[in-house]
């Protein structure tokens, strides 16, 4: 069945107790620096600090009774991982969440922390995949994927309806690509909203397996990729893909040099805390290699997760 | 003339062209942390990222043409400078600023980036003065005082009139305390506004000369005082203190240690940049020197201008 509209409108609904309306944000400066009007929807400021809680929200709520008696699991240790726990404990039923035993302590922590129980996995996929499904037949826990899952593509648009909301006028949305759920999610939004409007993704130059997907028309795996947008490391799926294909304009890779001159920006500027891959988003006005000047811009500020000890121009 | 609540509502309708309607966020870990309700009123995201552009555009705005021709003037080395450069600007009219030859050059360069004419004395108050009163003379400007002024105060009121349409159930309302500009408008606001609100102020135990003068009676001047929240350091004025004599229940001091760690908490949870000026506020809620939990807390966060490269847990 094809996604469309009513998928992002349904989760929209399901979510909305739960999740913050982010606000969207203005800055004269910002503005002058790109030479557009800028719109910055601000899923840091979401809860868990980033735009997952919505797919995951939608998820968890979308289960029955029946099957959410079980629980739901997944493999990430990212923001998708925070997000799943936080989201399983709201509805009161059990996230399992596998990690690479080598994970960073802080984002151990913060799993943990909201509740969710973890199982430690050799940092290989395949160790991650069979841990997983171990999990899921011991405990018949759902598994919620970090993007290839049609309702957490569906959450995770509802960022770009709310923006439309509140700003409907917009010429082009811009959000960042890892494995596409946020940008897939967006460009239903976006396209099926708006007609004509622009759905643009900004990658990593050196995570750029999007970019060569899209030159080739099918989906080249992301291979060792080395960026500071660590949010952005993934391959598209196959859910992703084809809906990236036919509703995304292109899209624009970013230096790693642009992606910490935007976020230094922001920062400075907007007085926000973003992560390296929401500048990622940034840096396609920043970099200017395509012309957008004059043009009313959304921009989706996926989160806002760093580790304030370590800041790339320090 | 007594200040009341209609000159602030008059000041709303005068700066909503010009100043951002800023959002009022929450933040469930925040809440955990301090055992209340909060609702962070975020002027951070205001224009010049400070509250102080409220009470500068109010300030500029009220002046008739004639008087609006010559300029406005001040001395200042801080926000309140690049807000009335800023409000100036807007109104296509001079502001003359003076500032002391030692000020740090991203003060400057803000100012002048805002338009402003510096003008450079030695770093002592007399000479910050005979300066202005030269200017005055020479141009005819008007002075807009950083915070004596009650302009100035009924325009930094209109935050808390807003948090207050936001969220009007609130039981207390903290704002931090400097000069008291922000606190007697916010505390004019607030109490007239809701009978039985609860203004409380923060101020750093090492610049605490409006606890001392709270208790005195009196103005009791700040001297040399030494505090990471350098927004903090002026002492209170003839129009500030008496409003906050009649409607402030009580200032609370903070720590040099509460500031820095109640800072990087917003920072690390709630996503934001926040100066130590404002770190001070929520310090008053952190440190628990008084029992508000479980209340409904409104925090005005007053400004998220920080030198991005000197952080102080680093």
Redesign the interface.
Known sequence: MTMSLNNIREAAQRIKPYA?RT?V??N?SLNQQVGAQVFLKCE??Q?V?AFKFRGACNAVYSLSAEEAASGVCTHSSGNHAQALALAAKMRRIPAYIVMPDNAPQVKKNAVAGYGGQITFCEPTLQARESTLDMIRLDTGASVVHPYNDERVIAGQGTAALELLEDVPDLDVIIAPVGGGGLLSGTSIAATEIKKGIRVIAGEPEMANDAFRSMQAGAIIPSVNPKTIADGLLTSLGDLTFPIIQKRVEQIVTVSEAGIIASM?FV????????EPSSAVAIGVLWEKKIDLSRLKIGVIISG?NVD??K?P??
């Open positions: 913050h606000p944000l203005t004269e840091n400021l809860k600090g230094r920062w400075e500027r907007v007085k926000i805390i973003i806002g304030l000890e800041l121009w320090l």
